[in-house]
């Protein structure tokens, strides 16, 4: 079957023949229809610091996508042949601790779908059937393809109460843009994200955002002051992996804010502790790097996308901006 490898340890990715996945008693067979690229794609496709230390040689990668069920393992209940599905991405072992006491999100042996093991930036894909979600018929194939990014946005956004609260996200990427529906659906009160990037940030706005704030040219505290907020940001969605955007969050929290970590710094970050021992900040990780709690999030990702039509903000078909229909 035709693939995408990384087949050097160099930047790039390569169309390949490899061979199609061989079927476990407990896998299904998926026809890959759809998938997207993440920026963890882009990480491997340039091959920086962690896709060299990360990444075996060659494989298969991707793991955003939706497809359909081909072939079941003997062991297989629960899902059939011609079901359409997508997956959570992250295998984990079962055995472990964490596995045994229900939190799959910590497994030390997690695998991930494209980057530990062969990815869906190809005609087939095998995967545990435990893994496996199937598709609402008012889901599309498309936005199917995205619920993985959608349900780290979920996870990161639901990690505290935002009901009447200020939200801060730095990054207006996918993930961030999602977060800003998901907030606003929640019933926060004010939402600021910043970015760099005009037509990221004008997504957002259409999101629901209060302000979107191209902080290369405009002050986060000015937004600040335009809104009528005197003491700070409530909670903060970081999901940049900028050491600026983090430093300017931890400053402009609220003394007992709490913060949710998704982005991914390229290496080692200085902030100022004082900023979060003084102020009795709470930061809490999201696993958004290695899992988002695999499972947990994909039939509500499921159910929100199934009733965009109804509710207009929450949804993630506005974050689709490009489209490839080569096969």
């Not at 990221?200 to 290369?216: E, P, W």
């Not at 005197?230 to 430093?247: H, I």
């Not at 999030?297 to 490839?324: F, L, M, V, Y």
Request: a neutral charge.
């Amino acid at each position: 079957m035709k693939a995408l490898v990384k087949a050097r340890a160099e930047p790039g990715i390569w169309m390949q023949d490899v061979p199609e996945p061989t079927v476990g008693h407990n896998d299904v067979l998926i026809k890959i229809h759809r998938s997207a690229i993440c920026g963890t794609d882009m990480h491997i496709f340039n091959w920086d610091a962690w896709a060299q230390k990360t990444i075996p040689v060659p494989m298969a990668v991707g793991h955003e996508y939706s497809g359909e069920i081909v072939e079941v393992g003997s062991e297989v209940r629960g899902v059939k042949t011609g079901d359409r599905v997508s997956g959570e991405g992250h295998i984990t072992c079962g055995h472990c601790r964490n596995c045994r006491a229900g939190r799959r999100h910590l497994c030390r042996n997690t695998l991930g779908v494209g980057v530990n093991r062969p990815g869906a930036f190809a005609q087939y894909l095998t995967l545990p059937a435990s893994n496996v979600f199937k598709l609402p018929s008012a889901i599309d194939d498309e936005i199917a393809a995205i619920l993985d990014p959608f349900g780290n946005a979920t996870h990161t956004a639901l990690a505290f109460n935002l009901v009447g609260e200020d939200v801060l996200i730095t990054g207006a990427g996918p993930i961030g843009i999602m977060a800003v529906s998901i907030a606003r659906h929640c019933g926060a009160r004010h939402i600021v994200i910043t970015d760099v990037n005009p037509y990221r940030l004008d997504l957002a706005a259409k999101m629901g955002a209060s302000k979107a704030i191209d902080v290369s040219r405009e002050s986060l505290d000015d937004a600040m002051s335009e809104l009528g907020m005197e003491e700070g940001f409530d909670v903060g969605f970081e999901m940049s992996g900028n050491a600026a955007a983090l430093r300017e969050m931890l400053r402009t929290m609220h003394h007992g804010g709490n913060i949710s970590m998704l982005g991914i710094p390229p290496g080692e970050t200085a902030i100022d502790w004082n900023q979060v021992i003084f102020k009795g900040l709470v930061i809490k990780e999201s696993m958004g790097g290695r899992c988002s709690r695999p499972g947990t999030k994909w039939p509500a990702c499921c159910k929100a996308d199934s009733t965009s039509g109804r509710s207009s903000r929450i949804g993630s078909a506005s974050t689709i901006t490009a489209k490839d229909s080569r096969s």
